[in-house]
Every structure is written in C-alpha cells, then in structure tokens.
C-alpha cells in the first residue's frame, strides 16, 4: 500500500510554482529526461501500448489529485507511436493540463530511451521495472489484453487496462480465471470502461434502483456515425508486413479488436446493462455490408441488436458506420413509471435526465443531473489510485469481461444470423487469434487473405457457427 506522503500538499503548491516553467524549458527537446525517483510513496507507471488512448490514460495517471504518480518506462511496436506519444506527453504536461498536479517534468515522466521498448517482448521489459504496488497501463488493441495482463499478474503489479477486454468466449474464460487470479492476490485493476465512474450515470443508477422510473421494461443504444477509427481498410500497402499491418488496423480485424461492433459499442452496451442491473441471456440481431469501394476489412456497416433479459425486457441497440445518415451517441431507458436519459451524446456530459412520460419532452423532466459534470476519464483514474492508496478492494475484471462477452454475443448472432445466448458464446471453441502470447514480429498474422485476395467476412445463414 502506497500512502499519500504528509508533505504532499506543500509539495504540490511548491510544484505548482516552479512546475510550469521546467516544464516549459523542456519542449526544446522530445528526449526525456532520466532522474532518479525522489519519494518512495511515488505510484510508478509503466504504458504498454503508447497510441491515442494510452497516452491519454496516461496522461489521466499523471492528473491524479491523490499523490504523486509518475511515468517511468513504455513498450510499443511502432517506433513512431512511442515517439509522437513522448511528444505529446511533454507538450501536455508544458501546457499545463495537468488538473491535479502542477508537477515540473521530470517529476512526472522518467522515460529515457533505455526505458523505450519496442517489440511485442516490450511489455515484459517495461513491466519488469516496476515493483508491485506499481500500475502498468494496459492500451494495446484488445487481443493482446490476457496476455499483458497474465504477465502484469505475475509482477504483482496493478493495473489499468482499456476495454474491451476479451474478443471472443475463449478469450473471455481466460480473462476470467486471471481476474480471479488478480483478486486473490489483491492486485487492484481497473477496466476503461470509465462511464462505470461517472458521477452523473452513478446518481441516475441510483434513482432507477429506488423506483425512479418504475420497472425498466426497455433499454434503447445508439451509435450511428460515420467510419470510425481504423473500422475501413483497403488493401495492404507496401512497406508493411502483414501482421503489423493488421495491428495498425486494429478495428478492421475481429482477432485484434473484435471489430468496430465490440470496440466501440461496448460502451452503450455496458451503461445500458448497468442500469438494468443485469446482463442479457441471449441476442439476436442482423446486419450487412452496403458500400465496401475497396474496403475488405471484416466489419459489416450497420448492425441492429435485440438483447433480451432474464426477466424479458430488452435492450436494442443500432451501430452504424455509414457517412451522411442520422447521427446518435445515446442511451436510454424506458420504464413502467417514467424514462431516463442515460447517456445523451457521446461519453462526456452524460447529461443524465428522469422524465414522468416516454416522450421524454422538457415539460415533464423530474430530474437531471446538475452541471457542469466532472470528466469520467480522470475520474476513473483518481478512484483508481484512491483503493490503491486505501488498499480498499478494487477490481473490474470480471464485470469488464462481462460486458466484452456480452458484446461478442450480440456481435456473433449479427454475424452468423443465429440466436445466441449467453452460454452459447462464454462457451465457444472459436478462439480469433490462438497463441498471442508467442508471436514475434515474424509470426504469421492471425488472419490470412483468401484466394479472392480479401478476408473472410462474417456470412449470415451461410457461415453460421462461427464468425468467419
Ligand atoms: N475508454 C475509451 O473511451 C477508449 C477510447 C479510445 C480507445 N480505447 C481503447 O484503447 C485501446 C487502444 O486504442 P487506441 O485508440 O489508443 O489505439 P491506437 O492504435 O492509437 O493505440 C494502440 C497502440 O498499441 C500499440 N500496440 C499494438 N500492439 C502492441 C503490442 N503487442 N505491444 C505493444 N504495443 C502494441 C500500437 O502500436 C499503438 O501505438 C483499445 O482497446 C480501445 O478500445 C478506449
């Protein structure tokens, strides 16, 4: 257990002083600085996975309001990944925004170049340097989570890693027995699933529990966007293998990522589960492919989810990736006495409301949530540190497994056009990408074009015990 030291307030106001300025003179250069660490009670970071999301959890880390926390060594596999996330790092932390924390540089990242690992062994390198009680930071894309997370395990280290967390059942079994694994040795984790923190959806949770909206009889989720992130590609170019090419990709291919179904649906899947208080038993759902060009990456554009509870109430869900159609990031819940706003437009402000009716019009709101509303991202981290410096019980595996297979579910019934229940994916033999644990940068990728020089696509009614 790491205590917060007694100095730390007047420490944080000296930094506050002096920090801005060190920080500043740093931006002359991208290299950061090597320096030995001043306090034992200092929380060490390790980042696997320095992309968009890992410099930003990273970054989050660093705000922490409760101690200090630094950044001391980070694995990745493209070299200009790790450097534009250095950079960004330094830029950020000069600029200032760093809510929590008004430390000079060299107090918050430590990261010289023998502390740089690339290779998909980095992540041992980088985690080797820590000491339990630490946290790695866990942002590849998905498929290499268990893998990550076994070694973290090991290490005794805590952990933060990005949902989704499994792809598919075995992976989610996997997941499973090492949460369990985390538990007993009272590592605490936290799953970036971060809408579980937020303060708005929290209250909101509350109200629907002590009746607010009567019996939650319906569940409605929406993403329907543009293409997102890396979910379209075309063909291989040049000057890359393929395995790297499917990595940098990660969206595109169901063994990395689960698709752009699981990686960016999760979210309103899992508030909207949250707020019923229970995950669904079974899925059906379609979905196809309308305008490829010369895309061939594995996704369908749109999927439309049925998911049902236990006691018979749904959740339907639309994902779209189709540009120029109706936009919406939102969840909502129907109940036997009212309905909420769960979500309103995209993470951040949830803008939570009760209404008397289903109409949801401003007339008859009963409640919302007062704003402005704090940021889930760092609130996530800060409740992190918090049960790491309590030594409280702090660990979301199993509910971020959870939602993972609850995502494939409905992902395996659009593809395969089957009904699938919950048992039938928890308990399925088709693993997207074995061995992960084992690949070298020479491996062969997990997914191999077929004769047609395209992937296998997911095929309802024709392929249908399996995805692809
Ligand atoms: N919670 C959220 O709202 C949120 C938002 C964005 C992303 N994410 C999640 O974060 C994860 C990363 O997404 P991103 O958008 O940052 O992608 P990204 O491509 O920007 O970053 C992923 C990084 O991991 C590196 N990488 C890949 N395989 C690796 C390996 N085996 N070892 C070391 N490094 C490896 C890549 O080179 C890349 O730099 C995904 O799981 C995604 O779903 C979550």
Redesign the pocket.
């Known amino acids: 257990m790491k205590q917060i030291p007694k100095q730390s307030s007047s420490r944080r106001e000296f930094l506050k002083r002096t920090g801005r300025l060190a920080a500043t003179s740093a931006l002359a250069g991208v290299a950061i600085p090597h320096v030995h660490a001043g306090e034992d009670n200092t929380i060490r970071l390790a980042l ?7 410099t930003g959890a990273a970054l989050n880390a660093l705000s922490v309001p409760n101690g200090p926390t630094k950044l001391v060594a980070m ?4 070299s200009e ?1 790790m450097m534009s996330s250095c950079k960004i790092l330094v830029q950020r932390i000069a600029q200032g925004l760093m809510p929590g924390k008004g430390g000079k540089l060299s107090d918050l990242l430590d990261v010289p170049q023998d502390r740089q690992f690339l290779g ?1 062994d ?2 041992r390198k980088a985690m080797d340097l820590l000491s339990p009680g630490d946290i790695v930071i866990l ?4 498929a ?1 989570r268990w893998v990550h997370f076994g070694y973290a395990i090991e290490k005794g280290l805590n952990v933060f890693m ?3 967390v499994t792809v598919d059942g075995p992976s989610t079994r996997r997941m499973l027995a090492l949460g369990q694994k985390s538990v007993a040795k009272n590592l605490k984790v936290g799953v ?1 699933l ?1 809408c579980r923190h937020c303060r708005a959806r929290g209250e909101l949770y509350d109200r629907i529990k002590g009746g607010g909206i009567g019996d939650v009889i319906a569940l409605r989720a929406y993403r329907v966007a543009g293409p997102t ?1 890396s979910a379209v590609s075309g063909p291989k170019p040049e000057g890359i293998s393929e395995l790297l090419y499917q ?1 940098k990709r ?1 969206h595109s291919f169901l063994w990395a ?1 689960g698709g752009c179904y699981s ?1 960016f649906l999760i ?1 309103n899947i899992d508030e909207s589960c949250w707020m019923k208080d229970a995950w669904p038993v079974r899925a059906k759902a379609s979905g196809g492919r309308h305008y490829r060009g010369d895309s061939i990456d594995q996704n369908f554009d749109n999927y439309s989810v049925e998911y049902t509870f236990a006691d018979g109430a749904k959740l339907f869900l639309e994902g779209r990736s189709i540009p120029r159609c109706w936009n919406e990031f939102a969840s909502y819940a129907q109940g036997s006495k009212g309905s909420a706003v769960i979500s309103t437009s995209g ?1 951040i402000p949830a803008l939570c409301r009760i209404y008397k009716g289903q109409n949801q019009t401003d007339e008859d709101p009963v409640w919302s949530f007062p704003q402005p509303e704090p940021n889930p991202y760092q609130l996530e981290w800060d409740d992190l540190i918090e049960a790491i410096r309590k030594d409280q019980p702090f660990n979301e595996v199993k509910r971020g497994a959870e939602a993972s297979l609850v995502t494939s579910m409905g992902r395996m019934a659009a593809h395969t056009g089957q009904i699938v229940t919950w048992n039938d994916i928890l308990n399925h033999d088709h693993e997207f990408a074995p061995g992960l644990d084992q690949l070298t940068l020479n491996s062969e990728a997990p997914l191999q074009l077929g004769p047609d020089g395209k992937y296998p696509i997911p095929q309802p009614g024709i392929t249908t015990t399996r995805e692809y």
């Open positions: 696997i996975g320095a992309g968009g999301r890992g694995a990745d596999v493209f990944r998909f980095g992540y942002t590849t894309p998905p290499f990005e949902k989704p970036g971060m992130g990595i990660f990522s990686d979210h993470h």
